[in-house]
């Protein structure tokens, strides 16, 4: 064993079965899926096949799906034609919430510059976004909402189904980051009562560069990528057929695995725990809220992260300082300081994720590492 692989949250490994069934893609059946010949029409029931599959497993309708280049892209496209197609309507305000990805903050910040009202949503110390602030923001020219189901850093679960209902009633349209919940936890775009809702492939042991948007029958959002007629004339651009035939069965054999996987996560998330329980002064960020078991958020105090991270390293064992957009970055988390953290406890906080393809020997191995660099650490 070279290294004990425990940033899951940043990417996973893909699942061989899911390369098995990319490979022809890759090879023989190379066609351009809106090509009428032969070859084309077999990549393009490929795409048909896979959009299916994703429908079915988000509880969607085919039509419903828009395959994209992955989780930023279909963030960007939601926010920004969701928003722009609702400013017709004479809706100028958008609500985010403060903990999102960048790819949501990002797309925010230029509906700003573009001359929405954009206000940020605050989380408690927990890191949950309260029902009761997203109602005290909401407008009658609110024209989007967004908020992530899963947070990428702390793994907290955030309160959709019943936040839903008022901006339902409110007008605006419900987009909701599933990316990190999509690994971890069934999702049903009906139940969760949204309009738009992204996902990303390598998130769940299928290939980078690709995802979907859902987007409900009958909301208009205007297209972020055009100049082709592919997606039903809303997303240009020749479909990646081997990714996307990858993502759909990646998605797929996450769902089959899906009770086994939470038992198994839930079982190196103790087992991780019980490895560093010795250590002094290590906090999880956001115990108190209900979290995916996959993604753990802690504090070591008197240990900076990003040399923890070094350390850890040095010894074979891969984690991350917040998320891995942000770990080359000096910034401490918008994350952790949104949720009443200090800077100091913002930088000496770790990511450490778990993903179905890790063993328990490994996470126990990751847990003495882990424990030895603490302590080599805290002697300096
Ligand atoms: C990884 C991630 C994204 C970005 O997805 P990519 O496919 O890597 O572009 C967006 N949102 C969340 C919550 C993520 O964890």
């Known amino acids: ?14 699942d061989t079965e899911v390369v ?3 490979l022809p893609f890759l090879t023989d059946r190379f066609g351009n899926a809106d090509s009428p010949h032969a070859l084309g029409r077999k990549a ?37 034609g969701g928003a722009r197609a609702k400013k017709k309507e004479g809706r100028n305000h958008v609500l985010v919430s403060v903990i999102e990805h960048h790819a949501a903050l990002y797309a925010a910040k230029t509906l700003r510059e573009e001359g929405f009202d954009v206000e940020y949503i605050p989380v408690n110390e927990g890191g949950r976004v309260e029902v009761s602030d997203v109602i005290a923001r909401l407008k009658p020219t609110t024209a989007l909402v967004c908020i992530m189901r899963v947070n990428n850093e702390t793994g907290v679960v955030q309160p959709i189904e019943k936040i839903a209902p008022h901006v339902q009633k409110s007008g605006a349209l419900f987009f909701v980051d599933g990316v990190q919940a999509a690994p971890h936890e ?45 997606e039903r004339g809303l997303r240009g651009g020749t479909l990646n057929v081997p990714a996307i035939v990858g993502f759909a ?33 290590v906090f999880i960020n956001g115990e108190k809220e209900e979290r995916t078991a996959a993604v753990l958020s802690l504090r070591v105090a008197g240990v900076d992260n990003a040399t923890l991270l070094y350390k850890a390293d040095l010894e074979g064992l891969c984690i991350a300082a917040g998320s891995a957009c942000a770990s080359a970055s000096v910034k401490p988390s918008h994350v952790l300081l949104a949720m009443g953290m ?6 000496e906080t770790v990511r450490v994720s778990f993903g179905r393809q890790n063993t328990e ?14 302590k080599s650490l805290r002697k300096d």
């Not at 996987?261 to 103790?270: F, G, K």
């Not at 200090?342 to 930088?347: H, Y």
């Not at 020997?361 to 603490?374: D, H, Q, R, S």
Request: aromatic share 6%; charged share 25%; with cysteine.
């Open 342 to 347: 200090s800077e100091q406890a913002a930088r």
């Open 186 to 230: 069934r999702i049903n775009v009906r139940e969760m009562g949204v309009d738009m809702l992204s996902v990303s492939s390598h998130k769940f042991h299928g290939p980078k560069g690709c995802g979907a948007l859902y987007i409900r029958s009958g909301v208009k959002v205007e297209k972020l990528v055009g100049g082709g007629e592919q």
């Open 361 to 374: 020997e490994e996470v126990v191995l990751a847990a003495k590492i882990f424990v030895k660099t603490v």
């Open 1 to 14: 064993m070279e290294y004990v692989y425990l940033d899951n949250a940043a990417t996973t490994p893909l």
């Open 20 to 22: 098995e069934k990319m």
């Open 249 to 281: 069965a990646a998605l797929n054999k996450t769902e089959r695995l899906r009770e086994e996987t939470q038992r198994h996560i839930q079982r190196l998330q103790d087992l991780f725990l019980q490895g560093i329980a010795e250590l002094d002064g």
């Open 44 to 80: 393009m029931t490929a795409v048909d096949n896979a959009r299916d599959t994703v429908a079915a497993c988000l509880g969607a309708k085919p039509s419903e799906i828009y395959f994209t280049s992955g989780g930023t892209e279909a963030d960007n496209w939601a926010i920004l």
